[in-house]
């Protein structure tokens, strides 16, 4: 009967879910109901929250918008339930402290864990907002765009326009503006310029999956005795479980079929509420546009149709699972990914990996670059993991739209970084030191790009987020034996395309032996990003798994390269286009077989001699 029942709820749930979106679009100042606040907050997930708070303690009148009917956004709409920790590094570095302090803090101590009930979390956000006098909630609207001005050829968002649900329109003006949707929404609606997915990486097509989170009823506490048991005496170093969450299967459920391609399901996160269900982020939808309605709607319903195949995988084949059923789904999608603004500084992953600080520094960041999977065959990897880098106050101040900031992860972000950056406990130190800089953007009568570029005001804004409980100071960090590769500079292009993945241990391989399907996959796909053109039989060409020489590849290159010639011709012309003393050297040290370092640098000469884009 319980299994009957949760059919029965998801066929419902099936049927009357339908995502919040908001519509953005340009709007003109309206003279009719038009009301004025010091700040207006769009986007109600924890880094708007933030936002809000921070500007109303700073003595602001400050307005917070969503379309959703409650606050927390991800958290709370999107079920998300466990925070992806930005932990601080000591000089031996273990994580011993939480890096981002202040608003996040708070929220964090109260909450109490990284894996917490979601009911709590809404209860505490909005207690949180409760407390300040000067914060007052608009949710719900049916739509919402920015009102737009223009001064001396400049455009700048004056404020948002908002259409109720009951039809009714208010427009409200405000001193300072903060985009704090997923998305970047107002945004792009306001005209600031934006990449999509991971096309600045080369991948025009590629977004990361979107997950559907589901609640799992029916497992007893006995269950997850037996879930605990076997996580934590698997010898698998990343698995594991506690009284609240648990993580692994990976294994067992990379043995589903799914239905539909288009649908797939990775290794369990599980997090158990405080009525006793267990909320489940494993669930993968590719080929979602994140900001298109229609697209997030056909996810939803891909993802409730496989549901119950995959419920039924997880009785059969999880223990502590036997008599799980659906009990709900979560009312809005997890998106990873979407539209990554253009600022006055674009954050790169050389800057998170290599450590950055930067002068303007109002976040840090060191969570693992987390790129997840984007189709059945594009498995997701950790590029790197870093110790700390700073987020610029630059990233949150848009190209060509003044007296706009943007939080989250749509901020200026290289996709690749963002794998970092887009955790919520980055988003809410963005979007705190975007509710201060509001502050002193009204004292100091500066624009934010303005404040961006004067270091006394960065060091006043700085100063008033470390009074706020932030702990924003300089640092430096040693120096990795890869950035002191010789080949390094030829990793970093390969890297800024996803074509090598240092995973946790950062170890790139550099030294190892490269496999003529390694080069000729990287060798096909900087082509391609590059725009250089490879003869048409070679198109399809995979290469095999055996170890390269260096002869063999330097036939390969001059192949693609158009040319045909013997092995040795093709290693002299090679060796003299592209080559180098130190891939001489290497092909010497390991008797003629060809090094990643070395096979790296002449990708990187081939594509700096070939490339037309």
Sequence with gaps: MKRLAGY???FFLMLSIVTPWPSPALAETSKENTKKYDLIVVGSDPEGIAAAISGARNGLSTLLIDSRPEVGGLFTRGWLNVIDMNMAPNNLGNRTDVLNKG?????????????????KAQEIFEQMLANEDDLELCLGVKSFAPVMGHKSGQSFVEGVRVENKNGGVTTYIAKGIIDATQDADLAAAAGVPF????????????????????????????DWQEIRRVLTEDDDWFTGANNVSAWGFGPIMEQYQSSNQRVGIRGLNMGR???????????HIFNVDPVDRQSRQEAMRLAQQELPLIVDYLRENIPGLQDCFVSEVAPELYIRESRHIYGEYRLTIDDVLENKDFPDRIAF?????????????????VIGVPAQYAVPFRCLVPQKIDNLLVVGRSASFDSLPHGSARTVPVGMATGEAAGAAAALSIEENKNFREISKNSKYISQLQEMLNNQGMDIK?????????????????????????LVQGGYPNDYQLDGIITEEELIHQLQELSRIYGITIPEELRQNKGDKNYLSGKKAAL?????????????????????TYGDKNISTSLETNDGRLTR???????????EKNKTK
């Design 8 to 10: 029965i709820m998801l």
């Design 103 to 119: 608003i996040f803090l708070e929220f964090y101590k109260q909450i109490g864990s990284g894996t917490f009930d979601i009911h």
């Design 195 to 222: 990449s999509v997915g991971q096309e600045d990486a080369g991948y025009p097509a590629r977004k990361m999956a979107t997950t559907l989170v589901f609640q799992l009823d029916g497992i007893t506490p006995e």
């Design 273 to 283: 509420q405080k009525d006793g269900t267990v909320l489940i982020n494993a669930l």
């Design 365 to 381: 960041g060191s969570y693992p670059v987390d790129v997840q999977a984007s189709g059945p065959e594009e498995k997701g990897a």
């Design 474 to 498: 300089p640092f430096t960090w040693r120096e990795s034996d890869t950035t002191k590769h010789w080949a390094y500079d030829a990793l970093k292009m390969m890297r800024k395309h996803a």
């Design 556 to 576: 390969i290159l001059s192949q693609y390269a158009g040319q045909e010639m013997s092995r040795q011709e093709a290693y002299d012309y090679i060796m003299e």
């Design 597 to 607: 370092a070395a096979a790296y640098v002449l990708l990187q000469n081939y594509v």
